[in-house]
C-alpha cells in the first residue's frame, strides 16, 4: 500500500474517532469504542504507520486548539502518547513537535494544563532517550527484577458474583487467562530488549534477525542481554543532560554482541533495504489478577500480599495456614500455644530455638527467657517499613511514576497498586466502604500508605434483563455523572458494558491455536494505562441508633446515596400514648429534621423542621441535568456550595380537608445539607438502605444522624494561628481569676459580717451594671477597638480583686460590683468579636463553645484548686492580691505581644452574592452581619 493510501486510510479512522467523541452519529453508540480499538490494531499489525498516525493527530490536536474544541483534545492526546510508547522508528522532529503542543496546552485550565504537563515530561525523557517509556511500562506492569528501576505494578479486578452474572466472570477470566498465557517473563525480555535496540538504532537494525536471535537465547543469556539494555537506558535517562550519541554506541555495542560484528556491519550498510516491513513488537498486557468479592477485608489482605509476596516472606506457611489472622483488624500477633519441654532455665535452651532464620535484627532483639506460652511474631518488614524511625510528617518527591515518591525518609513507594471493580453503584459503595476501613486500618498502623500508590478504577456493568428501566438507571446513576463529568471516560469506558455482555453470549471456545484480538482486555488496559485524570468523591459517615436499646449504635459510611422508609411495624404498645394514636392515622411519620444548610457565603445556619414525611432521600451526586465543571472534581459548576454537600429530598406528606373528608396529598421539598439529624417522632421505626445496596440495609432504626467534625476543625484552627493561642490563654487566666471572685468572695463577705440579703443584692449589682452597658456595647467596641477592651476588662478585674483584699466592713463591697459590667460584660464582648473575625467559616459556634467550655472552664476548675490552697495557707486577702498581680502581668504582656501579631482581616461575604436571598440573612439581625456595612464599622477596631 503507497504512503498516500495509509494516510487516507488512517485519516478516515481518525475522523471516525472523532465522531464517536462529537455524538454526531446517534448509529454509533451501540459500538463506542470499536473506532478507536480499530485505530491501535492497524498500527499495532504495521508498526510502519505510526509515524504518519502520528502526524494525522497532531494535525487534528492543533485544529482542536485553533476551534477551541476542546472535548476531542485529551481523547487524542491520550492515543497520541499510547502510539509514541508502543511505536519504533517515530522521528526525533515529531517527538519535538508533540513536546511543543503539550507546552502550548499548559495555558489552559486543569485538566487540560496537567495532563499536558505529564505527557510533556514523559516525551523530554522519551526524545533524549528512545524507548524509555515501553522499557518501564514493561518493566513495573509485568513485574520484571531491576535494581535501576524497581517499581512494580499489577491491577487487581474485582468482581461481585451477586451483582455480575456467572457468565460475565466466566468469560473475563477465560479471556484473562487466554491473553496472559503467551505473556511469560522471558517474552517480556525480549520485547524490551527488541524495542530498545529498534528505537535507538532505527533503520540499521536488523528487526527480524534480532528477533530469531533472542527467540533462540537461553534465559540466562537473554536475562543478560536484557539487564544491560535496562541499565544503559535508565543510566542514560536519569543524566541531567543526557546525550543521544553516547547512548546509541552503548546500544550498538549490545547489538554487535547479540549478532555479531559481521551481521550488525551488514546491517547499517544495508539502511534497512533488507526488510521494509519490521516485525511487530507487542506491548503485553498489564499484569491481571482475577477476584471475586467476598468481604471488604479481602482489600487489604491482597494488597498486602502484593507488597510482600510469599516467595519473599519469613514465616510464609503459617502466612497461608492463619490466613493472615496476625494482621487482623485489631492488629494483634497471633499467638500459638506451645507445650514447654524445657527446664525454663537459658543454659538449658538448646542453641538457636525459637529464632527466626535469616534475622539478625530479631535474633538481637529477642528476649532471653522463653516461657511456656509462645508469641509467634510476624517479620517486622510487614508491619512497618524496615529502617523507618523517623518523624511521621510526610515528605514528597516528583517525577516517580503515579506522581509518587518518597513520603516518608528512606521509604519510597515502589509499588502501585491498580483496583478495578466491575458492577453497578452498589459495587462502588462496597469498595468505598473497604476503603475507609483500610483508612481506618493505617491510622492505626502505619504499614501500606508509606509504601503502596493505591488507585481506584471503575466500569459499570448493569445486569441487562432487568425489567424495570427506571431501577436499571438508578442503579447506573454514578457512571451516568462519571460520563457526564468526562467524555472520555463516557467513550471509553462505559461503552464496554454492552461489550462484557456480548462476551459472556458467545460460545466458549476452548481452541487455543487460533490468535483472537481480546477487545475487552485491550480496553480496560487502555483506560488503567491512560486514566490519570483523577475524580475525587467524599465519603459521608452515619451514626445509626435502634430501637433496641441493648442494641450499641452503629456507624457505618456511604458513598452515594442514603435512603430512609418508613417501617410498617411499631414500638410496643406501651410505648404509645393515646395521643399520638390520632396523629399516625395518616401515611408517613412524623419526623424531626435538624441540619445545617449549606449557604454559598458558608455561614453555619441551623434549620429545625418537624414534618409528616413518607421518606426521604440524601444524595451526593448532583442532578442528572447539572453541568459539571471538569473530571478534576465531582462538585458542580452550578453548585460552588461546599465539597461536603449532600442534596435532601423529602417526599411531604399534606393534609387537607374538604366537603369529601380529609384527602393526603404528597410533596417533594428539596435543600442541600452538610450535617443533618433525624428522628421519628410518633413511634415509628425507620428503614435505612445505604448506597442502594440491599445487605446494607438496617430495620428498626429510630434516629440517624451524621457526626460534625466541626469541633476538631475549631480546635485545629487555635492551634494555628497565634492570636487565637494568646486570646485562649487569656480567657483561661479570666476563669482562674473569676473562679476566687465567685468562690470565695461570700465567704470573705461573711467573715466581715455581712448577711445573705447583702450578698444576693452585690450579685444583683454587677448584672444591673451589665443591663446598663449593653446599650454601649457597640460604640466601645468601636472607640476602645476588640484589643483595648480586652485590656480594659482585665485592668477593671484586677482593680476589683485589690479592693477585695481591703475590705473593710459588710457594705463595703457595694460600690465596687458595679464595675462588674466591664470585667465581665464588655470583657466578654471583646471577646466574642474577636472570635467572630479570627473563625473560619463553619467553625464559629465551635470556637464559642470551646472558648466558653473548655478554656474558660478549665481555668475556673485551676483557679479553683490553686485558689482553695492558697486561701487556707495565707488568707484570703493575699489570694486576691495575688490575682490582682498575676492580671496586671498579663495585661502587660498581652498589650505588648498582641500588635506585634501578624493582622489579617477577615471580611463576612455572606451578602456578596445576591442568589437566593433566603439563604443568604437568617432573619433581620443579618442586614446588620453585612460584609461591606461591617467592614466600614470596624475599620478603627482590631
Not at 494482621?327 to 542453641?351: F, K, N, Q, Y
Not at 466500569?459 to 457512571?479: D, M
Not at 417526599?651 to 393526603?664: C, D, H, M, P
Not at 475556673?860 to 488568707?875: E, K, N
Amino acid at each position: 500500500m503507497e504512503s498516500s493510501d495509509v494516510e487516507l486510510d488512517l485519516q478516515r479512522s481518525v475522523q471516525a474517532v472523532l465522531r464517536e467523541l462529537s455524538a454526531q452519529a446517534p448509529a454509533l453508540q451501540s459500538n463506542q469504542g470499536m473506532c478507536r480499538w480499530s485505530l491501535h490494531k492497524k498500527v499495532e499489525r504495521d508498526p510502519g504507520k505510526s509515524p504518519a498516525l502520528v502526524r494525522i493527530l497532531l494535525r487534528e490536536l492543533e485544529k482542536a486548539e485553533r476551534e477551541d474544541t476542546r472535548h476531542v483534545i485529551l481523547p487524542l492526546l491520550h492515543t497520541l502518547m499510547y502510539v509514541l510508547t508502543k511505536a519504533t522508528g517515530i522521528p526525533e522532529e515529531l517527538h519535538r513537535s508533540t513536546y511543543a503542543f503539550c507546552t502550548r496546552l499548559l495555558t489552559l485550565p486543569a485538566p487540560y494544563c496537567t495532563v499536558a504537563l505529564d505527557c510533556a515530561i514523559r516525551l523530554k525523557t522519551e526524545t533524549a532517550v528512545p524507548g524509555t517509556l515501553y522499557q518501564r511500562l514493561v518493566i513495573a506492569e509485568q513485574n520484571l527484577r531491576s535494581e535501576l528501576y524497581p517499581y512494580q505494578e499489577r491491577v487487581f479486578l474485582f468482581v461481585d458474583p451477586e451483582l455480575v452474572s456467572p457468565s460475565v466472570c466466566s468469560a473475563l477470566l477465560l479471556e484473562l487467562q487466554a491473553a496472559q498465557e503467551q505473556q511469560t517473563p522471558e517474552a517480556c525480555m525480549r520485547h524490551v530488549v527488541s524495542h530498545a535496540l529498534q528505537a535507538a538504532l532505527g533503520e540499521a537494525c536488523q528487526a527480524g534477525a534480532l528477533q530469531k536471535r533472542l527467540q533462540a537465547s537461553p534465559r540466562r543469556t537473554l536475562e543478560r542481554y536484557f539487564h544491560a539494555v535496562v541499565t544503559a537506558v535508565e543510566q542514560m535517562a536519569s543524566e541531567p543532560s543526557p546525550s543521544r550519541e553516547g547512548h546509541l554506541e552503548r546500544l550498538e555495542e549490545i547489538y554487535c554482541s547479540l549478532l555479531g560484528p559481521a551481521a550488525a556491519a551488514r546491517g547499517r550498510g544495508d539502511g534497512g533495504s533488507v526488510q521494509d516491513r519490521p516485525p511487530s513488537i507487542p506491548l503485553p498486557s498489564p499484569s491481571i489478577t482475577f477476584h471475586l468479592w467476598t468481604h471488604e477485608e479481602q482489600l487489604w489482605k491482597e494488597l498486602v500480599l502484593f507488597l510482600r509476596p510469599h516467595s519473599h516472606l519469613r514465616l510464609s506457611a503459617d502466612l497461608e495456614a492463619l490466613d493472615l489472622q496476625g494482621l487482623g483488624p485489631d492488629w494483634e500477633m497471633a499467638r500459638a500455644s506451645v507445650l514447654s519441654t524445657d527446664s525454663g532455665i537459658e543454659r538449658d535452651l538448646p542453641s538457636g530455638a525459637d529464632e527466626l532464620p535469616g534475622s539478625p535484627e530479631m535474633e538481637r532483639a529477642g528476649l532471653q527467657r522463653k516461657g511456656g506460652i509462645k508469641k509467634r511474631l510476624w517479620p517486622p518488614n510487614i508491619l512497618m517499613p524496615s529502617g523507618w524511625d523517623g518523624p511521621s510528617g510526610l515528605h514528597r518527591r516528583t517525577g516517580q511514576p503515579s506522581g509518587d515518591g518518597e513520603l516518608l525518609p528512606g521509604v519510597s513507594r515502589l509499588h502501585t497498586a491498580r483496583v478495578l471493580v466491575l458492577g453497578d453503584d452498589r459495587m462502588l459503595g462496597r469498595l468505598a466502604r473497604a476503603y475507609h476501613s483500610l483508612r481506618k486500618r493505617e491510622t492505626q498502623k502505619f504499614c501500606l500508605t508509606p509504601r503502596l500508590s493505591l488507585q481506584l478504577y471503575y466500569i459499570p456493568v448493569l445486569a441487562p434483563e432487568k425489567p424495570a428501566a427506571s431501577r436499571h438507571s438508578e442503579l447506573g446513576e454514578l457512571a451516568a455523572f462519571l460520563g457526564r463529568a468526562d467524555p472520555w471516560f463516557e467513550s471509553i469506558v462505559n461503552t464496554l458494558c454492552p461489550a462484557i455482555h456480548k462476551l459472556a453470549e458467545m460460545p466458549l471456545s476452548l481452541d487455543t491455536s487460533q490468535t483472537v484480538d481480546p477487545f475487552i482486555l485491550d480496553v480496560i488496559t487502555y483506560y488503567v494505562r491512560m486514566g490519570a485524570q483523577p475524580i475525587y468523591f467524599q465519603i459521608y459517615m452515619v451514626k445509626i441508633f435502634f430501637s433496641d436499646l441493648s442494641q450499641d449504635p452503629v456507624e457505618d459510611i456511604f458513598l452515594t446515596e442514603l435512603k430512609v422508609k418508613m417501617q410498617d411495624s411499631k414500638f410496643p404498645k406501651e410505648g404509645c400514648s393515646p395521643r399520638r394514636r390520632g396523629v399516625a392515622e395518616g401515611p408517613g411519620a412524623e419526623l424531626f429534621i435538624c441540619y445545617q444548610k449549606a449557604l454559598l457565603s458558608h455561614r453555619a445556619r441551623e434549620v429545625t423542621v418537624s414534618l409528616r414525611a413518607t421518606g426521604l432521600v440524601l444524595k451526593a451526586l448532583p442532578d442528572s441535568g447539572t453541568e459539571v465543571s471538569g473530571p478534576t472534581h465531582w462538585s458542580p459548576a452550578a453548585a460552588p456550595l461546599t465539597d461536603m454537600c449532600l442534596n435532601v429530598s423529602v417526599t411531604e406528606v399534606i393534609k387537607s380537608s374538604n366537603l369529601a373528608g380529609r384527602s393526603f396529598s404528597t410533596v417533594t421539598n428539596t435543600f442541600r445539607t452538610a450535617n443533618i439529624q433525624i428522628q421519628s417522632q410518633d413511634q415509628k421505626l425507620l428503614t435505612l438502605t445505604l448506597d442502594k445496596d440491599g445487605q446494607r440495609t438496617f430495620k428498626d432504626v429510630v434516629r440517624r444522624r451524621e457526626p460534625s467534625y466541626r469541633t476538631g476543625k475549631a480546635l485545629s484552627l487555635v492551634g494555628g494561628d497565634a492570636r487565637l493561642i494568646l486570646l485562649a490563654l487569656t480567657v483561661l487566666l479570666i476563669g482562674a481569676a473569676t473562679s476566687a471572685v465567685q468562690n470565695f468572695l461570700f465567704w470573705h463577705m461573711k467573715d466581715h459580717g455581712s448577711s445573705e440579703l447583702v450578698m444576693g443584692f452585690s450579685v444583683a449589682l454587677g448584672l444591673l451594671g451589665e443591663i446598663l452597658l449593653h446599650p454601649f456595647k457597640t460604640p466601645l467596641l468601636r472607640k476602645l477597638s476588640k484589643v483595648g477592651t480586652v485590656g480594659l476588662g482585665l485592668g477593671c478585674l484586677a482593680g476589683q480583686l485589690l479592693y477585695y483584699s481591703f475590705l473593710w466592713s459588710w457594705w463595703s463591697v457595694l460600690p465596687v460590683q458595679i464595675f462588674s459590667a466591664i470585667s465581665h460584660g464588655a470583657l466578654w464582648w471583646a471577646v466574642g468579636a474577636s472570635i467572630e473575625d479570627l473563625a473560619t467559616p463553619g467553625t464559629e459556634r465551635p470556637l464559642h463553645a470551646m472558648f466558653r467550655g473548655h478554656f474558660y472552664g478549665g481555668g475556673a476548675s485551676l483557679g479553683s484548686f490553686v485558689g482553695g490552697f492558697v486561701g487556707m495557707r495565707f488568707g484570703l486577702a493575699v489570694l486576691y492580691q495575688a490575682c490582682c498581680v498575676v492580671l496586671w502581668l498579663w495585661l502587660a504582656l498581652f498589650l505588648s505581644i498582641r500588635p506585634r501579631l501578624p493582622r489579617e482581616r477577615k471580611i463576612n461575604y455572606s451578602k456578596l452574592l445576591a442568589v437566593e436571598a433566603s439563604d443568604t440573612s437568617d432573619s433581620e439581625q443579618g442586614t446588620e452581619r453585612d460584609w461591606l456595612v461591617k467592614a466600614m464599622r470596624d475599620e478603627p477596631s482590631d
